[in-house]
């Protein structure tokens, strides 16, 4: 019922759109915005490459007319492109049109239509009015993960007053994600999807949620709405959609996007049933309880996601029989990371541990084959397998973002923040959906890793709340991943396209070499160590010989100082100078 009304709201507005397109046509600014409408400029910066709708009208206004499409439609119907300015909103018209009399027949068709609907419209406005709700809120957080617990811990220590609501499209409450690929495979519990408890670095038992002692979703202060999804957002009027029984509105005076991001599915494995995305706690119960029953996972992706749930399950191996395969295009173990030469003994490592580590092919096809799943690989070879992993990585879920008129990074994906991580007006966003500014590289990133997640949440939180200005995100975020008896951490940029230095600690002395590992080459220039002496050692990325990355392989503790080096800007150019730093 509520879609059907829907539709008609949207049939109607693109009539009555059109009807008064080529008389209100030099008037554009307040056909499009109406008359009493003044957005934000911040918030409009990119209007000009999607659909624009009346803000008298908006999607999810109080009568939910809904005309987000109106406009852009009724323009393709007429062949007028209007053409917004970002830079004073005011637009122009191309000079492309149908003929005259094809557009006067059309007006009046629609002008005869209009009155026919004219009833059925009042009775979809009123079921809208009645049906609908609006709540205020103070603060709203949209996202229950590492970020949008960072903020809401940041916002109650710093306003003891605040009155919080939190939307998540999960059914549990806020927890670390990294323990679902590393640590929790470790355990011997059998239990382990129940208890949910794994031995952390440090030895202490611990459990994936965050805070439990503290109870903060218990805080009379804090109203947490969990298996909620997010329509829509309104910058511009502050007010959120959901999608529950009554479309509920939320008006909000600060609001927090922490969404993070979906799995990236692949378009062939679409409609086999033995094939699984990794990225939320349900999907840990399930592939849990998948590794003890079958013989065989095949696992898509060869970066972190990929390579620490290939580890995990060979971990799981131990008490199950299950076999473990790993395929990706890349030529290594974490190639986009590592230098070639310590991809290949990653690679190596990975294939004594007993994983089918299978390199440099594309997958072609995923198909169900009764119990079995079949993928075609491009070298014309095959693997069947019980059950398949994607872990292809992430995309920015900037979907509830469909009708608010903010800047969308083009490179990575991410909504732009400013250096307070604000959108506009009000709206902030943290963790993995953020394109920030960073001082350092001077460019915008966008970064999935837990520690950046916490960080700039905490700091978004402490921005909402604060009566002064706030606080600017100038923090180097660091990264962590444990594959077997390879464990490192690194902050800054680390990617094999850059060149690399190289200091291996042995017991006796100290060694280096310095990588010209552009990709996909690797031109080394000295002879690198055996593999048997990758225990420690320190790797610099550098970018026109200055250190704009460290790689801290096997050494802990030690991420200040290298952020330092970085902040610095040291310049290396030689081994020798590497192992001064």
Known sequence: KILTSRLRSIMHNLRRTTSNLFRRVHSSSSFIFGEKSSLNNVCLRRFASSSSQSSQQFMYGRKLAVGAVSVSLALACYKSIMIAKADDGKFEENPVHADSASQGSAVEDMREEEEEEKKELEEVDDEFSTRGKVVDVQYLIIGGGTAGHAALVSILDSDPSALVTVITAEANKPYTRPPLSKELWSTEDPLVRDHLSYKSWD???????????KNYYEDPRVTFIPNQQVLDINPHTKEVLIDDDDLTIYQYKKCLIATGGVPRHLGFSKGVANVSTFRSLDDFKKLDEIARKVEHITVIGGGFLGSELAWGLSKRAKQTGVKVTQVFPEEGVLRQVFPNYLSDYATDTARSAGIDVQTSKKINEIKQDGDK????????????????VLAAGIVPATQLLKSAEVEVDERNGGIVVNSHMEVCNGLFAAGDIASYYDPV??????????????QSGALAGINMSSRSRGYPYNYQPFFWSDLGPIGFEAVGLVDNKLDTISVWQKPEDTVSHKDKSVHPSNDSNTTTPPSSDYKRGVIYYLKDETVVGVLLYGVYGQTEEARSVIKRKKRVSSPDQAVNL
């Open 441 to 454: 590289f001077k460019q915008h990133r966008r970064l999935e890793h837990h520690d950046h997640a916490y």
């Open 373 to 388: 799943v079949t993928i075609s690989l491009d070298d014309n070879s095959t693997i069947t397998t019980d059950h398949v």
């Open 203 to 213: 030895g202490k038992e611990s459990r994936v949620f965050y805070d439990e002692d």
